[in-house]
């Protein structure tokens, strides 16, 4: 436990960079504000000691005045250089932060961008920035008081036996005592405490988040109880959690208190006995009066000790977070990079399986779709089509076998050039919250507004510029500036042909688009393909007649491959599937005539 807590430390101080020397500067200015709270203390001894010794002549005490003064300054002085203190820590902890949050999103660059497409974004987000603000406070209050608190038992436990050693046996018993249920609470079940306690808000923000996009479908279905049931439980859950934890504190959370406040309770008792019993009953005394007001020092560094112990565990939990994004592997990358001799893509006996699953998404599947060529995948849902097309960007590399560009293996290629070839069309796109213009410039940043038009009018979107006063620059998302999914989809084929790569992959949802947004659509579709090597996912039979061969994807294999006609022929599951699709096309026909 120990080493893991130094370990924590220690990450978040290589995240600090720069600001390392700070922190630590910041922790040393705690260590002398605490030592030097400490001198006021020995001050009213010295002051309780010299006019005990001529009462009752109290006025002929010698050099009250030098005592009073010295400490006033060494109370200012001590909280002035806490201040100072805080100000480092507070600046280095935010420095911090900000350089784990910087870390984490360049690392996410990095990364193969199907574990994106696979991790909830939320949860991401929520894993980067909460666990980068709980260390601020760990950072900024805990570990300097820390400080304060550890160099202070020293100091004190030197103290307490300096003036009588039996009365600061009495002020240490309690304080011994406390440090053991220190470690109770925060030892045992409780020690794991925040990281199910994460776990739990987490599970509860991600219920949150689908309850509240679920409020349609709520609605629209008159569902009540039992869509609120998951969310609900996630709740009782998180509660049940907190509940628990602070029961399980309350009683060694109560004792600690008492303890550490009931140090009077021993020692004023035993002071008086002490005082009667001695020589010079006078000079006990004021030892007595040092020890009951600097008991009340000792309660608060134990108090201090406390919370940066807690803290301490929060920052342990947050660091293991964030961990968890940063240790996934990125994507490698070739140190001899080699460049693509040509536009056309082959899959060499490719077998991939999703990283945590079992079974493979693809076996053995080989293709080839030679320069300025079209070839179609389809086939039933979750035969594999769309990691066939992710796994030519290097969304996830293959296990086996081989993908290929131009001849060379993707993995061999430059990022930048691969990304370069390729346009990669989603079937569910996204827009930024930006303009248009920058929507559409965000494949060529360098692109002139009149090349930005041009695709914009090759991809059909005429209608959406001159719907807007704002044209180009209406931003989306804001203003009640809504784009239809159709819509949005047309702006993203005005991105993929503004980019102009030589490898077009493609996946032609269109059925959330009405018809007329089909057929503007399908448009921009043959804008951007013409003339390009294309691997296009159908979802619709219609558009796949012309492709230049066609692959059924079935389980994770390959089922057929042909052109149309040659599959037609070979009356297999292709033929079956155009058959349904010529009956169901029969079957609106008719029913729109019947109309
Ligand atoms: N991120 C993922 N993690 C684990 N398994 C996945 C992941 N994505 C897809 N799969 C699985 O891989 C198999 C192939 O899925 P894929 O999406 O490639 O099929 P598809 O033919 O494109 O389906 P659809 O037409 O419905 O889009 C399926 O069994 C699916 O459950």
Known sequence: MKQKKENSIAKLLTYAGGHKKLTIFG??????????SMVPYICIWFVARGVFAVMPDYWRAQGLVRYGWTALWFALGSAGIYFAALMCTHLAAFRTAKNMRREAAKHLVDVPL???????????????DDNAGMTEQMLAHELPDLVGAVVTPVAAIILLFVFDWRMGILCLLPLILSVYLLMRMMGGNNAAFFSRYQKAIEDLSAEATEYVRGIPVVK???QTV?????????????????TDYSMGCGKPMTAFTTVLNGTFLLLIPAGMLLCRAAFDGWAVLADLVFYILFTPLCSMMMSRIMYASQATMEA????????????????????????????DVELRHVSFTYPEADIPALTDVSLRVPAGKTVALVGPSGGGKSTVASLIP????????????????????????LMGKVSFVFQDTRLFKASLLENIRAARPEAA??????????????????????????????????????????????????????????????????????????????????GKTVLMIAHRLSTVQNADEILVMSDG?????????ALLRREGVYAAMWRDYQTSARWKVGKGAAI
């Open 226 to 242: 039992y869509s609120f049931k998951s969310f609900y439980s996630s709740i009782m859950s998180y509660s049940k959690l907190a």
């Open 394 to 417: 290097r969304f996830f590399d293959v296990q086996q076998g081989n993908v290929l560009i131009g001849g060379v293996d993707v993995r061999a290629m430059a990022t930048e050039e």
């Open 27 to 36: 922790c040393a200015l705690s260590g002398i504000s605490a030592l030097l």
């Open 114 to 128: 199907g574990y994106l497409n696979t991790s909830q974004s939320g949860k991401l987000r929520k894993q980067i």
């Open 557 to 565: 294999r390959v089922a057929e491959r042909g052109n149309h006609e």
């Open 220 to 222: 629209v279905f008159q």
């Open 449 to 530: 507004l009149d090349q930005v038009l041009a695709a914009a009018h090759a991809a059909q979107c005429d209608d959406i510029l001159e719907k807007f006063p704002e044209g180009l620059n209406t931003v989306v998302g804001t203003g009640g500036v809504y784009l239809s999914g159709g819509e949005q989809q047309r702006i993203a084929l005005a991105r993929a042909i503004l980019k102009d790569a030589p490898i077009v992959v493609l996946d032609e949802a269109t059925a959330f688009a009405d018809p007329e947004n089909e057929l503007l659509i399908q448009k921009a579709f043959e804008t951007l393909t013409r």
């Open 316 to 343: 342990d939990e947050a660091v293991r977070r964030l961990d968890e994004i940063m240790d996934v592997e990125p994507l490698p990358q070739s140190n001899r990079p080699r460049q693509a001799q040509g536009t």
